[in-house]
């Protein structure tokens, strides 16, 4: 369906993430190892922290791999906070607006899975959504609407929460028109200070997502690997597969689970859905 990493720490090089590891996202839009499926070549997208307030966002419907914009803005952009997301569509258009990850003032969202028969569904959620929040709505994803839901229900204020809320909502309005599954997801979400990521499922087999391990632990058992030379003891990483096989560098997220990530450490919470 889509791969996607969030990173956050010192200041990184994008092209550091984008492609230099052996696995990295630019690989992974050809050759994705755990998704649905193994190319990713719907579109892609950058989020990324700098002097302003809001983030800034490059979308492009062409395949990441193919890319010569990224490629230049890889070299030369860097950033202490990053989304990237490649994608594989599950229906709705390959257009700009359909790229994650969306942003809404200083935040970012993306999600790999979907939101199972969205058509039928799509009117009753779209009504879901606070009327000041609904024109703000540019594409037609399902993954579009579920941010926009996740920030009627308080994603600014509470976002463990407001997910919950979302996904609930989903998941009611999904079986009261007979659909078994309603959602399939893992989300990534921020305000550029802290990093929200689920992964979850209605079936309880959700998409993959992994964390990375201590990085100075990492450093001490491998004194000669140079990518970890250079990373600062404060980088961390969810992303949607590994991107090197380094032993003991990745953990799973397990699923029903919210990761938080914030400075240099991470915490990890039961999810479930919440109905009001």
């Known amino acids: 369906m889509c791969r996607w990493l969030a990173y956050s720490g010192s200041p990184v090089n994008l092209e550091e993430l984008l492609y230099k590891p052996a696995n990295s996202l630019v690989i992974q839009s050809k050759h994705s190892r755990m998704g649905v499926e193994t190319t990713n070549g719907d579109g892609f997208g950058v989020g990324w922290y700098g002097t302003s307030p809001e983030p800034g966002v490059f979308h492009s419907t062409e395949p990441a791999w193919h890319d010569r914009n990224l490629r230049e803005l890889a070299a030369q952009a860097s950033s202490r906070r990053v989304f990237a997301h490649i994608r594989a569509t599950t229906g709705s258009a390959v257009q700009q607006t359909n790229c994650h990850p969306f942003r809404h003032g200083r935040w970012l969202w993306m999600h790999n899975g979907l939101i199972t028969d969205f058509p039928a569904v799509k009117r009753e959620l779209a009504m879901a959504v606070e009327p000041g929040l609904y024109p703000e709505i540019e594409g037609s994803t399902d993954s579009e609407m579920f941010f926009y839901l996740a920030l009627t229900f308080g994603l600014e204020q509470d976002p463990r929460g407001a997910v919950a809320a979302a996904v609930g909502l989903i998941e009611d309005t999904g079986r009261r028109?007979?659909?078994?599954?309603?959602?399939?997801?893992?989300?990534?979400?921020?305000?550029?200070?802290?990093?929200?990521?689920?992964?979850?499922?209605?079936?309880?087999?959700?998409?993959?997502?992994?964390?990375?391990?201590?990085?100075?632990?990492?450093?001490?058992?491998?004194?000669?690997?140079?990518?970890?030379?250079?990373?600062?003891?404060?980088?961390?990483?969810?992303?949607?597969?590994?991107?090197?096989?380094?032993?003991?560098?990745?953990?799973?997220?397990?699923?029903?689970?919210?990761?938080?990530?914030?400075?240099?450490?991470?915490?990890?919470?039961?999810?479930?859905?919440?109905?009001?």
Do not use: K
């Open 177 to 276: 028109h007979g659909i078994e599954h309603p959602i399939q997801m893992t989300v990534a979400t921020t305000d550029g200070d802290t990093t929200w990521a689920f992964r979850y499922s209605s079936e309880r087999h959700s998409r993959s997502l992994f964390h990375n391990t201590d990085i100075a632990t990492l450093r001490a058992q491998y004194p000669d690997n140079p990518v970890l030379q250079e990373l600062a003891d404060n980088a961390r990483l969810v992303v949607s597969e590994p991107l090197g096989d380094l032993r003991g560098a990745w953990r799973e997220v397990p699923d029903a689970t919210c990761v938080v990530v914030h400075g240099g450490g991470e915490d990890l919470f039961p999810f479930s859905p919440s109905v009001s």
